[in-house]
Nanobody
Framework: QVQLVESGGGLVQAGDSLKLSCAAS????????MGWFRQAPGKEREFVAG???????TYADSVKGRFTISRENAKNMVYLQMNSLKPEDTAVYYC?????????????????WGQGTQVTVSS
C-alpha cells in the first residue's frame, strides 16, 4: 500500500522557520517527481514546490527564496525547509507523489497524497 506521511507542522511566529518531512512507503518514490502543495481555508490547493527524480526543483513565486525542497532518495524522504515564515503561509501542507520523473505544478499530475500537516504562522 502506497503511503505518504507528513510531519513537522506547527504553530510559529512570523519570521520563524519550520522543516516539513514526508515519509514515503509502498513504492520507490525515488524514481518519481515529488511535490509540496498547500491549502488555506476557503482557498484552492496551490503548488508550493516540486523536485524531480534527479533533484531539479521549482517553486511558487510566493515562496521563492524562502522555502527549499529536497529529497533523500535512500530513505524515501522529501523535505520542505521553510524560512522567514509569514502569516499568509498558514495552511495545511500536503506532500504529493507524481507518476512522472519530473515535478509538476498541477495537482492533477500527482497520484499519491499525504494526509496533510497544519502550519500556522502568527503575526
Amino acid at each position: 500500500q502506497v503511503q505518504l506521511v507528513e510531519s513537522g507542522g506547527g504553530l510559529v511566529q512570523a519570521g520563524d522557520s519550520l522543516k516539513l518531512s514526508c515519509a514515503a512507503s509502498g513504492r520507490t518514490f525515488s524514481s518519481y517527481g515529488m511535490g509540496w502543495f498547500r491549502q488555506a481555508p476557503g482557498k484552492e490547493r496551490e503548488f508550493v514546490a516540486g523536485v524531480s527524480r534527479g533533484g531539479g526543483n521549482t517553486y511558487a513565486d510566493s515562496v521563492k527564496g524562502r522555502f527549499t525542497i529536497s529529497r533523500e532518495n535512500a530513505k524515501n524522504m522529501v523535505y520542505l525547509q521553510m524560512n522567514s515564515l509569514k502569516p499568509e503561509d498558514t495552511a495545511v501542507y500536503y506532500c504529493a507523489g507524481s507518476t512522472s520523473v519530473y515535478y509538476d505544478t498541477r495537482p492533477s499530475a500527482y497520484r499519491y497524497w499525504g494526509q496533510g500537516t497544519q502550519v500556522t504562522v502568527s503575526s
